[in-house]
């Protein structure tokens, strides 16, 4: 249910990105679990993982694409502006 109205809030391409909190999850649920404190690689894995969500998060959204397609039974319509 949740990533439905993530898509449907954030588009594809940006709801996309929030696959990468997975890896973060599941070590916030080991240490949760275990107890135990990841080494260095991981944090710089979880601070790569968070700086690419946050630059694609707040970065302008794609273009839409969908101009560009020709409909159905019409002429197609040039994304470009001359």
Avoid: E, H, N
């Avoid at 949740?2 to 898509?7: D, E, K, P």
């Avoid at 594809?12 to 990841?38: D, H, I």
């Avoid at 946050?54 to 560009?68: E, H, I, K, N």
């Amino acid at each position: 249910m949740l990533w439905y109205s993530a898509v449907g809030r954030l588009g594809t391409a940006r709801a996309g990105l929030l696959t990468g909190v997975a890896p973060a999850a599941a070590v916030g649920v080991g240490v949760a679990m275990s107890g135990s404190v990841p080494g260095p690689v991981v944090w710089l894995g979880i601070a790569v993982v968070a700086a690419g969500l946050v630059l694609g998060l707040t970065a302008a959204p794609p273009a839409d694409l969908s101009r560009a397609a020709a409909p159905i039974g019409g002429r197609r319509r040039s994304a470009v502006r001359r």
